[in-house]
């Protein structure tokens, strides 16, 4: 890292200072907002991991409860979705880039740093947050079938769904179709800048291709979540499960509609731009609504239901007619 004598700047770097010292201040609050709602959110997946294993060890000594612990693997994977999509977003952050991945090592050169950018955009937008979303998606499916499928298959269907968008945006990321050749600035993750001490900075941005694929993902699944929550309310008779999943479908699809939203606007502005700072915050905030209202919905509250009734109050769905029965795994 280099340092520099600010007591005599020269005149470039009293320039680089002057246009863009407010950029770095402004920077590092929303940078301090993100790395404390990440502690936070990891503090709640610390939570529902707690609730998972503990329900899972409670299971073998209770025979009501061995139905409703059918797909710990499930909530399992849905907990380390978040946890990971968390700790990726602290790839986005240019000071802890360059200062705390390897802190026994060198520090990271603007190449390897301009790397973890395209790592980010991948595991975010391919991986971490279509995982969860999906993992949402099966759970409530699985809350209007009579049997629980096997948690196995239910893991490997939630990657099975995920893969497709994971090799698309693999795919804009690192390579281009020969035949039709995608323009550099529609795929570019990162920008090269000079901070306010006149150092190159790299920061990330969300390229525009990986935006329009996520936007599509976003689209079908926001349209077979809707109608699954349909379904599930139009066979739930206790009006304080009817809420939860009301509750559950506003958290996922409005804070979707809102990230695409300023997913759009971060496209039109610089990454150096003070616009772009609120825009990168406001993606973060509208995934982490998202995040902490399903662990809530489809983790802890179940489990702490469960435990306290021994798993017959977790059913979402009972008695929905004459002779019909349908039972709800979480």
């Known amino acids: 890292m280099q340092f520099r004598d600010f007591h005599a700047p ?22 301090l907002a993100t790395i404390c709602l990440i502690s936070a959110l990891l503090l709640l997946s610390l ?5 998972v294993f503990h329900l899972r060890l409670k299971c073998r000594t ?32 240019p000071f802890f880039r360059r200062r705390y991945p390897y802190p026994f090592l060198p520090a ?20 971490y947050e279509p995982g969860f979303l999906v993992t949402f998606l099966f759970l409530v499916n699985v809350s209007v079938k009579k049997h ?8 490997v269907i939630v990657f099975a769904l995920c893969l497709p968008i994971f090799l698309l945006q693999l795919f804009f990321t690192y390579f ?28 990330c941005m969300y390229p525009l291709v990986n935006t329009l694929v996520f936007c599509a993902f976003a689209i079908v699944y926001a349209v077979c979540f809707l109608l699954s929550c349909w379904r599930v309310v139009s066979l739930v008779i206790n009006k304080g499960l009817r809420v939860r999943i009301y509750a559950l479908a506003s958290a996922v699809l409005f804070p979707l ?20 700072g609120g825009a990168a915050l406001m993606v973060f905030l509208s995934v982490l609504c998202c995040t902490v209202v399903g662990e809530s919905i489809l983790i802890i509250r179940p489990i ?27």
């Open 62 to 93: 209770s025979h009501q409860l061995q139905n409703f612990n059918s797909l710990w693997t499930v909530r399992l994977l849905l907990v380390l979705f978040i946890s990971f999509w968390a700790v990726n977003e602290l790839l986005r952050i």
């Open 304 to 330: 702490t239901e469960a435990l306290s009734a021994g798993g017959d109050c977790c059913r979402w769905i009972r008695d929905v007619g004459p002779g019909k029965q349908v039972a709800d795994e979480g």
């Open 176 to 203: 281009s179709p020969p035949e039709v050749p995608i323009p550099g600035f529609l795929k570019r993750s990162f920008m090269t800048i000079k901070d306010g001490y006149g150092n190159d900075a790299v920061l």
């Open 257 to 276: 509609l809102v990230q695409l939203l300023f997913l759009g606007i971060s496209v039109v502005f610089s990454p150096a731009d003070t616009f772009y």
């Open 148 to 155: 629980s499928r096997d948690n196995k298959w239910g893991v």
């Open 10 to 31: 020269t005149a470039a770097a009293a320039a680089s200072s002057a246009t863009t010292a407010s950029v770095p201040y402004l920077d590092s609050a929303f940078d």
């Open 108 to 127: 990271l050169t603007l190449a390897q740093q301009a790397g973890l950018c395209k790592v980010h955009v991948v595991l975010s937008l391919g991986l």
């Open 47 to 51: 939570l529902s991991l707690f609730f």
